[in-house]
């Protein structure tokens, strides 16, 4: 009986570390790790805002409208600070890239012209747009439409996506700068 | 030369004689009543905003209104200390110095960090709602319709009992504007919600025109973004409107009077451009 026992118990163990074994060289859904990277890499993102914030004063509700554009300028500078080298792919990490252009693409098939031109018409023709750039402050914010937003990853409240031209931009909204852009993701609108 | 002041001076006075005089404002139907005013799209700092305040202020008069709701696009350009003076602290001093609290939604042409611009009352927040007596008014930003704010926005709607339900946000869900037009991604997301929790009244700006709506679904939808800006002619025939009006710059002044919402709209004039009055929704949820 013990030496039953016994070889229950290799027998056991050779299953699970043959099992742990198959798990360690499982194939990765490629959609799904894309997805890790991506939230992996906003949140890399979001530890550089929160240290930017602890090195500018608190904002609260203000009657001083100066209060609020100083500190945003402030965040903004204390964040390009920390990321010197920013360049595009660094936050819409690579490997995620296909499957964002997808979504835009696919949602911006079924609208029509008329519904994609008033998408990007508030907007100056060529506006120029660079990672680690403040966004222009005279300039209004396209409307991000709500319908393409439920289709994309969440993102925490310190981001937003946003399109411009024919880019879509991730947006530091507290400190107004461009964090990321993949370019030409949006089609053509046909005349 | 002494000529030519008398003229400039007689040509002001009677400029202000055929502004007071062509004011339509109507008095309040009821002491008792929540009054408001609203205005969209003001933010420009131009002499259309200020002859629209003016109005404001001086139907003030006739009209006690206890606040003011603002539809988006509060401040147009640049957001530097001497524009939000130029575009909203001047033009609304009057009122401002009554201590007529102004209650902000965030338009496209706005920094969202206009939430912590204490005299908008939005408490920090892109998306707020605030309570006068029996009225819950919920402030959305439709800028960005994320799905936290419809979590919240599902919430805040699901836990209100109040009588009157009311949304306010910048983009028209329905809209006869050429420039602009119907917002119908934001209508699928939102229009659910406000039908399954009794919103009665929703207000937009974004198109620079005044439209009243023919009720949807049971609900009466204005589009008011003409307090400062104009686009003159942009009304188009969409059978959607029961009143619109886009030769002049516009604002209006509402009163909740038990079930009963009366509304009148002003011109840069003042001339009473339309009114009418919303009996208030009651579905599951509302007193």
């Known amino acids: ?41 906003v949140q890399a993102y979001l ?26 300028a402030a965040l903004g500078l204390a964040i390009q600070a920390l990321r010197p080298g920013a360049k595009a792919g660094d936050v819409f990490a690579p490997e995620e890239q296909p499957y964002l252009i997808k979504i835009v ?12 031109k ?4 508030e907007l100056p023709k060529n506006l120029k747009v660079d990672v680690n750039m403040v966004y222009p402050t005279s300039l209004p914010l396209e409307t991000f439409p709500g319908r393409l937003l439920r289709l994309l990853p969440d993102l925490p409240p310190e981001l937003e996506y946003r399109i411009v031209g024919h880019h879509l931009l991730l947006r530091d909204v507290k400190a107004n700068l461009i964090v990321d852009i993949i370019r030409d993701v949006v089609p053509t609108i046909p005349s | ?29 009821s002491k008792d009543s929540v009054r408001f005013a609203v205005i969209g799209d003001s933010g420009t700092g131009d002499r259309a905003e200020y002859e629209v305040a003016r109005q404001l202020s001086d139907s003030a008069q006739v009209f006690p209104f206890e606040f003011v709701i603002m539809l988006g696009d509060n401040i147009y350009g640049s957001e530097r200390p001497q524009d939000f003076q130029k575009k909203f602290e ?12 102004f209650y902000a939604a965030l338009g496209n042409h706005d920094d969202p960090n206009q939430r912590y611009y204490k005299p908008f009352n939005m408490g920090g927040q892109r998306f707020y709602s605030f309570q006068r007596t029996d009225t819950r008014f919920f402030v959305l930003d439709s800028n960005y319709m994320d799905k936290d704010q419809q979590a919240w926005l599902e919430k805040e709607l699901s836990n209100s009992t109040s009588k ?43 198109e620079h025109f005044y439209e009243r709506i023919k009720p949807q679904k049971g609900i009466a939808y204005f589009t008011s973004g003409g307090a400062a ?20 710059q516009s604002f209006m002044l509402v009163e909740l009077d038990g079930d009963v919402m009366h509304f009148q709209t002003l011109s840069r004039r003042g001339a009473r451009v339309d009114a009418g009055d919303v009996h208030r929704v009651i579905r599951e949820g509302t007193q």
């Not at chain 2, 030519?4 to 109507?26: E, M, N, W």
């Not at chain 2, 869900?173 to 997301?189: F, M, P, Q």
């Open chain 1, 118 to 121: 008033a998408l990007i018409q």
């Open chain 1, 47 to 72: 530890a550089i805002h929160h240290a930017a914030e602890g090195k500018v004063p608190n904002l609260g509700n203000t009657s001083d409208p100066a209060k609020i554009s100083e500190r945003e």
């Open chain 2, 229 to 248: 800006k104009l686009r003159d002619g942009d009304l188009q025939n969409t059978g959607l409107t029961a009143k619109g009006f886009d030769t002049e």
């Open chain 2, 164 to 206: 009157w339900k009311i949304a306010y946000f910048h983009h028209p869900l329905y809209s006869s504007g050429a420039t602009h037009g119907s917002e119908v991604d934001l209508r699928t997301i939102v229009e659910p919600l406000f039908i399954k929790y009794g919103v009665s009244v929703v207000f937009a700006g974004h």
């Open chain 2, 1 to 29: 030369m002494r000529f030519r002041s008398f003229h400039i001076a007689a040509l002001v006075i009677a400029i202000t004689v055929v502004s007071y005089a062509a004011s339509d404002v109507r008095p309040p139907a």
């Open chain 1, 1 to 41: 009986m013990r030496i039953l026992c016994a070889a229950c118990l290799v027998t056991l163990s050779a299953v699970l570390i043959s099992a742990d074994h198959r798990q360690g060289q499982q194939p990765v859904n490629p959609a799904g790790a894309a997805a890790l990277e991506f939230h992996n890499r």
């Open chain 1, 105 to 116: 693409r696919d949602d911006f098939a079924k609208r029509s012209a008329k519904a994609r």
């Open chain 2, 90 to 101: 001047l033009p609304y001093k009057t009122l401002l110095d009554l201590n007529i609290p």
